[in-house]
């Protein structure tokens, strides 16, 4: 009985020592915690004040390239034990919440909610945004233009399908858009169903979502009807609507629309990856790591493609996309559209692009941009 009323006292003391540490931890992390929020609103306070000298000088409240740079700052300064990811996501919301006390910005994707658009828009922004959804890429183009929103978010390539062709149109078509960000998406499809796998008869998604994962339906829903629909958001609430459906989609868009996730990570590649851009009417400020877009039209004879890519290799400036896509006109022709480092401003991009200029039938400048880091 000694002993049993001995291990007793030992076990209770030892609680009572367990249950003082956690007071004396959890009084720790509420005094962090106050300390956090003082920090937090003295950085907002600061960045209300270079709002107010950028809008007394005209200046725009989104600065994309600083941004980057704060986020990067942030990452290479961080020791632990928070990883890059959680760093950028909490910075980005503490940066998005004080734009917004400068100007809260209206940015349109291609909709529904939790589309990959949606989620490359909120990557980007954050959550202290006025979001606009719209029902295809032309209709985000056409908001921005017609300035009923500060910014929209389009796809750009991909890096198993590449080029999106609904965006590269859009750029020929309203050329005075600007790319002011990219936004670089690692892209996770998932089968979404309320229907057993061998009752499945229709497959929704984006095309370019379909064809992202041909290789796993093929095997896996040799026996469904794979139906291309405008965005995966829109299939995930078709599949919910419809008997025998199933959609391909983000686990957000599962969740928000009560599917469930029959398989995840469907993508026929692993490293399977999109990169969006922010379209705007203004010119991004420059950047330390930029990156400058260009589209152009050479003369249709033999060499003058070429004639136009010597230009960046005499100049040592590194090609990092290039793609070619149909000219909407009656003649057979081609516009060419590339991405290389280096800003509009520095000196051996302006000589290339005046050499461009020299050599093309046109040469139009969609903007240079910081070069976005992938996220995770």
């Avoid at 590269?168 to 499809?189: G, N, S, T, W, Y």
């Avoid at 230009?311 to 006109?329: G, H, T, Y």
């Amino acid at each position: 009985m000694t002993r049993k009323t001995d291990g007793g006292t030992n076990n209770t003391a030892a609680a009572n020592r367990a249950a003082a540490s956690l007071r004396h931890l959890r009084s720790s992390i509420d005094r962090l915690d106050l300390q956090i929020l003082k920090l937090v609103n003295e950085r907002a306070s600061l960045a209300a004040e270079i709002g107010q000298l950028k809008n007394d000088h005209g200046n725009e409240v989104f600065s994309p390239a600083r941004e980057e740079e704060v986020l990067q700052h942030v990452i290479e300064a961080n020791k632990g034990p928070l990883d890059a990811n959680t760093i950028r996501a909490i910075y980005r919301e503490i940066m998005s919440g004080a734009r917004a006390l400068q100007k809260v910005l209206k940015v349109a994707y291609l909709g529904p909610e939790d589309s990959f658009s949606h989620l490359a828009a909120v990557e980007r922004f954050g959550h202290n945004i006025e979001y606009m959804q719209v029902g295809s890429i032309a209709a985000v183009f056409e908001e921005v233009n017609r300035s009923h929103a500060d910014f929209g978010v389009v796809p750009l390539e991909n890096s198993t399908d590449g080029r999106v062709a609904d965006t590269l149109d859009m750029f020929l078509r309203l050329p005075q858009l600007k790319i002011c960000a990219e936004v670089r998406l690692p892209v996770d499809h998932n089968l979404l169903s309320n229907w057993e796998q061998e009752r499945i008869r229709r497959v929704y998604s984006k095309e370019q979502a379909l064809s992202q994962c041909r290789t796993w339906l093929s095997k896996n829903m040799p026996q469904a009807h794979l139906i291309p629909v405008s965005s995966t958001a829109v299939a995930a609430q078709t599949a919910l609507r419809e008997e025998g459906a199933a959609a391909v989609a983000s686990r957000e868009a599962a969740v928000r629309y009560g599917l469930r996730i029959l398989f995840s990570d469907i993508e026929d590649s692993p490293s399977n990856e999109t990169r969006f851009a922010v379209i705007g009417l203004q010119e991004c400020p420059r950047g330390s790591h930029d990156k400058t877009a260009v589209m152009f039209r050479v003369p249709h004879h033999p060499g003058s493609l070429v004639d136009a890519l010597n230009i960046f290799k005499q100049l040592r400036l590194n090609l990092s996309w290039i793609e070619s896509f149909p000219a909407k006109e009656p003649k057979s022709e081609y516009v060419f559209f590339v991405d290389f480092e280096g800003d509009k401003e520095d000196a051996k991009v302006k000589k290339a692009l005046a050499s461009l200029e020299d050599h093309c039938d046109s040469v139009i400048v969609l903007g240079s941009y910081p070069t976005a880091s992938v996220s995770h």
